[in-house]
């Protein structure tokens, strides 16, 4: 089990497939407005204008969910590049503990299961000190880990819910 879940290259490759479709929306609304402003040459009326304003109004929308899949693309790639961070500090956390005849199990730094040796006080008192100081490292890692994987899933709820206000423009014309 790893202390620090996640997949950073499964991220990334998330990151890459978002900021292609933002660029593939931002080649069909570039295509579409001066289509748009074809129909009018030629086709006058309410409906003229009423179609060419909808077609607007889409391609504003258009533009805003490209600009919400670019900023998930970007918090995407960074949180997986922070993540692949975080995961090569825990495991090298990990071979420190093992190092100092400690192990990691359920987010503590503890001693392993059985007797480890004849009983020594200063080999006892060292290992509680290292198993302190790896503790406290594994625990700034894992606060560090929440914190950012909040922050990208207050990103991803922030961008659905414009997206569905975008959503919601368009459905009501």
């Known amino acids: 089990m790893t202390l620090v879940p996640g997949d950073p290259a499964s991220l990334s490759a998330c990151a890459v497939t978002v900021a292609a479709v933002a660029r593939r929306l931002r080649e069909g609304a570039a295509a579409a407005g001066p289509a748009l402003a074809d129909l009018g040459e030629g086709w006058g009326g309410r409906s003229s204008v009423a179609l060419r304003r909808r077609g607007d109004s889409l391609v504003g929308a258009i533009a805003t969910t490209a600009d919400r899949l670019d900023d998930l693309g970007r918090v995407l790639q960074d949180h997986a590049t922070d993540l692949a961070g975080l995961l090569a500090r825990a495991r090298a956390l990990e071979e420190r503990a093992m190092a100092a005849g400690l192990e990691v199990r359920d987010g503590r730094v503890l001693p392993p299961w059985g007797v480890l040796a004849e009983a020594d006080a200063g080999t006892d008192r060292s290992r509680r000190e290292a198993a302190a100081a790896l503790q406290a490292e594994l625990d700034l890692v894992l606060s560090q880990h929440r914190r950012r994987r909040d922050f990208v899933l207050r990103t991803l709820r922030a961008s659905g ?13």
């Open 161 to 173: 819910e414009t997206l569905a206000e975008v959503s919601h423009a368009l459905r009501r014309g």
